[in-house]
């Protein structure tokens, strides 16, 4: 009924709507038709009507109305001809290719079966014509619908095609045709070659003449060997009641982007209940998927340890053709999972000689991003226009994590993900495999050793720093162990429910008694939780756990991760807790002896494991952290998620090198080229953009020397922008970018010989007398302002701020750390000089001064005093609206970073 009703509407509805609002398709016909001897004329009368027309604004409403005759033509010629095809040769939807005729075809087809339906069904006699692969409902698995692209017809009947003497070919397998399958398919399937379907014809083609015509239920040979099983080097799971794609890579891979794997591995293939995994979204419980089973790891062996002093690199996974099983715990509780795809084996040596993945490299440098935007919510802004202060920098060990997330590529966004990731302990082989060993699998997870703290250290930052709804909680129970992990001046809290959140995250406690009894409480409010969800009962109590939370992402049920220390007296209660925990999201590491341990040697090798924990951990070197790296590592994360901002005492730095070049202010004549480094890089010549020809790269380097007026030597420019890649190789990019910018400016300009790049004893700068820059220009504006004597001198000055400023935030686009601080001091530059012109235009104009405000807000949308100010504005003037939409703007933007709007901000909406 849907398909008549949308072809009806197509082919009768259109026209009719059409005529009724005046469209007569007879006024778009010539009228009469020009003789060949007058087309000049009538392409000229012709013109000048639709000039007139354009004028008029009747000729866009025309062509649109010709515009909606001719699709109309189209669509009444597809469905005519395809209802024609279709009597003639059998009712069929066209498998390939892309267009209005497939859907056309299937619209048709659906129609024809409802009104005909002894031709759309396969009939169980000879003499009929059967139909090709049955596409099956993905929502009801028995209601198959048949298709074919050719006829065929059955010579014996459908009973031939559905028996095969097991006597014939005995040494070939038999299987049965599901709805939605074709030779293809199935050739790709079992023999891992779509390719070879013309194989499984041969075999068959007594029986099954015609390859594009299958019944489901027919019974097919073959070739040997094609065992229904997967292939080499792979293995299935089955898919259990609240996963996700997410949550089985995580499980069998390590990480989350996993799931692009098994998307390529198993979609569209058929599975047990019919059905096919047609999109990432879905999965069904008892559906078969293929893992890719990684590399066997060499014999143990310790990475040696890197030079002090020497940089830490990324180094990459070694790929491996040789497949094996990955290892497996010897009790079914234990889960460890092994990965090696592009990213899993990849590391990152610290000056210390401790190793990390390159996964939690990447969460600390989003993690710095989060902690930069909250400093920028935070600020003061002045009006005074001096120069401004620089932002304190990250902590070292910070910044050089950061370097290497962004070798890796660029950063991802914040997914936060739901329900979280396991919380898991991180290990990597001599052969770059990674190994990660699933803390909810038992009841607390023991280290022991010289380097059983750092590893701890690690692990705390890992399951902190993971980017998800409802961050992970860590809870120490006791001095030692606060003492152990050096956490960066955390104060002890008295009790309370984890459920109100705590402020960066963390919860410390003197005494392991009192923090016993707030896990205990935890515990039972999550067991209560679970039971009033009314879950599968069929399902073991940890996949219902997941299923809870993944079932009610707005119930705050975060990864709790507890820290102690072993105590006889309270040893029992605490691992009573952590085993009642295992399925509610609370997972613990000890360090001291427990039934569950890993004995970890000072450079984070594991000597020797106990309890259910596998040998295949044996001889892999956990990630680590020193302590001075863990403070600072963990002393980000706890000021990113609102916690107190201890990295602020870092060492100072100098104020970044952006001011006006020299000869900006004795410029006679504009120069030819214009280049913007507010909102996106983009160079204007004569007014025209130029879009294309200059490499990424290109525009990059543009960009930083447009920055940095002083120029730059290559290797300054090698280590601030392609620092992963060698210095030669580097330096070769660099001389392709200033050619590759030198060819395109001189042909935009008309210049042949004019160099734009200068190179000066071997340092790169702009010509400022043959391009100008827009961050000099603004600098220039605001020393004007500074030295100007009166008030309408500093209006003046500061409007060529605003209008540069309109453009947006500084260095959009560019990702790369060299950007970071000359963002932050144009950024400074900016808002205090537009609210200073705020400040001076509100007694006299009131939307002047809201529109510099406006503009303050592009450039910073996290600045909560600009909206302070623009919200007050608007009160004053009455429009109470605009106010309350400012205020809903904010509350939007810092929901990014987890914050809320001050009180103070409150206040001033809500006044009277």
Known sequence: MAAVLLVATMVVGL??????????????????WPRWAEIDIWLERTWHAARFALGAGTLIPGLLLAVLWVTWLAMLGLVLAETIHQLRRGIHVVRSG??????????????????????????????????????????????????????????????????????????CPRVTVRPGDTMTSLAHTHLGDPRRYNEIHRLNADRIPNPDALYPGDVLLLPPPAPNTPPAGTRTVTVTAGETASTIAQREYGHHGGWWQLWEDNHDRPQPDGRAWTNPDQLRPGWQLRIRTPAPSAPPSTPPPATPGTPATSTPAQPSTTPTTPATASTPGTNISSSQDNTAGEVVRLPSG??????????????????????????????????????????????????????????????????????????????SQRLTLDLAASAGLGL???????????????????????????????????????????????????????????????????????????????????????????????????????????????????????????????????????????????????????????????????????TAVLGARLETLAETEAAEVLGVIIAARGGTDTTTTALPVSPAEVSSSDTAGRRTRPAPVWLQVFGPPRITVVGKEIITGLRSLS???????ATHPAGATAETLHEDMLSETGFETGRAQIHTAVSNIRSVLRQATGRSSAPFLRCINGRYSLDPDLITVDAAELTEAITQARAAATDPDRIRALRLVVELARAGAPLVDVGSLWAEEI??????????????????????????????????????????????????????????????????????????????????????????
């Open 354 to 431: 401790a190793i990390i993945g390159i996964g939690l490299a990447i969460s600390v440098a989003i993690t710095a991003t989060t902690l930069r935007l909250r400093r920028r919510h935070r600020r003061r802004l002045t009006t005074t226009l001096e120069p401004p202060t620089p932002a304190p920098p990250l902590p070292p060990t910070v910044s050089h994590l950061e370097r290497a997330a962004h070798q890796h590529g660029p950063l991802p966004p914040r997914r936060r993900d739901w329900p979280p990731p396991p919380a898991v302990l991180t290990a990597h082989t001599a052969t």
């Open 448 to 614: 022991t050793g010289a380097g059983a703290a750092a590893a701890a250290r690690a692990a705390v930052a890992a399951i902190l720093a993971a980017d998800t709804l409802h961050p992970a909680e860590l809870l120490i129970t006791d001095t030692n162990a606060s003492r152990a992990v050096r956490l960066p001046d955390t104060p002890t809290q008295p009790p309370g429910e984890l459920a109100q959140g705590i402020a960066g995250g963390v919860r410390c406690f003197d005494e392991v008694s009192a923090a016993l009894g707030v896990l205990e409480a935890e515990v039972a409010r999550r067991t209560r939780l679970l039971s009033e969800a009314e879950l599968d009962a069929d399902l073991p109590a940890q996949a219902a756990a997941q299923d809870r939370r993944q079932a009610d992402p707005g119930e705050a049920l975060p990864t709790v991760l507890v820290l102690a220390t072993p105590e006889a007296a309270t040893t029992p209660r605490l691992r009573t807790v952590l085993e009642m925990g295992r399925g509610l999201g609370i997972v613990g590491i000890v360090l001291g002896e427990w039934p569950c341990g890993l004995e970890v040697a000072a450079d984070g090798l594991v000597t020797t494991t106990s309890g259910e924990h596998p």
């Open 699 to 705: 525009r990059d380097l543009l960009a930083y020397l």
């Open 15 to 32: 026209p009719v709507g059409l005529l009724e609002i005046g469209a007569d398709p007879r006024h778009l016909i010539p009228d009469p």
């Open 98 to 171: 892309v267009g209005p005729r497939r859907w056309i075809a299937g619209l048709v087809a659906a129609i024809l079966i409802a009104l005909l339906p002894q031709s759309a069904l396969a009939l169980p006699a000879t003499g009929s014509t059967p139909v090709a692969t049955a596409l099956h409902d993905p929502e009801h698995p028995d209601r198959g619908t048949v298709r074919s692209s050719k006829v065929s017809t059955v010579d014996g009947g459908l009973a031939r095609r559905r028996m095969v003497d097991p006597a014939v070919r005995p040494e």
């Open 823 to 912: 963002r932050e001091s144009l950024r400074q530059q900016a808002l205090h000089a537009l609210v200073r012109i705020a400040e001076l235009l509100r007694p006299t104009d009131v939307e002047a001064a809201a529109d510099a405000l406006t503009v303050a807000i592009t450039v910073d949308p996290y600045a909560e005093p600009v909206y302070q100010l623009l919200i007050q504005l608007y009160r004053d003037a009455g429009r109470r609206e605009a106010a309350a939409g400012i205020y809903r703007r904010l509350r939007v933007r810092l929901a990014d970073i987890d914050a809320d709007p001050t009180r103070e901000t409150e206040a001033l909406v809500n006044s009277k």
